[in-house]
């Protein structure tokens, strides 16, 4: 079982940036899950935004927002941000922070989700 708590979301003027932050508990080794960040736009599908290991240095982006957004990690304190750059109206969506233990990262679909935050791009 994995507890995840988003905080960040807000409204944006597109061209600006937000900081989306994802707080993990957990009863097992952390070290264990991907770590994701999925959205979800109005009236659209689940989309995979970006994933990074608890371990390691890999790191995965959607087509959508490579070079515009950063995912990272804090083992410390049991953190995952995604610092969101150059951010557009379509960008606007509920975030999601998710885990998985294994499979495709890329997939939408994680074990373990957060409870979203919303994030909205003005234009």
């Known amino acids: 079982q994995v507890q995840l708590v988003e905080s960040g979301g807000g409204l944006v003027q597109a061209g600006g940036s937000l900081r989306l932050s994802c707080a993990a508990s957990?009863?097992?080794?952390?070290?264990?899950?991907?770590m994701g960040w999925l959205r979800q736009a109005p009236g659209k599908e689940r989309e995979f935004v970006a994933a990074?290991?608890?371990?390691?240095?890999?790191?995965h982006y959607g087509d959508s927002v490579k070079g515009r957004f950063t995912i990272s990690r804090d083992n410390a304190k049991k953190t995952v941000d995604l610092t969101m750059n150059s951010l557009k109206p379509e960008d606007t969506a509920v975030y999601y922070c998710?885990?998985?233990?294994?499979?495709?990262?890329?997939?939408?679909?994680?074990?373990?989700w957060g409870q979203g935050t919303q994030v909205t791009v003005s234009s």
């Open positions: 998710a885990v998985r233990s294994s499979g495709n990262v890329y997939s939408t679909d994680y074990e373990y």
């Open positions: 957990s009863r097992t080794l952390l070290s264990r899950y991907v």
């Open positions: 990074i290991a608890w371990s390691g240095s890999n790191t």
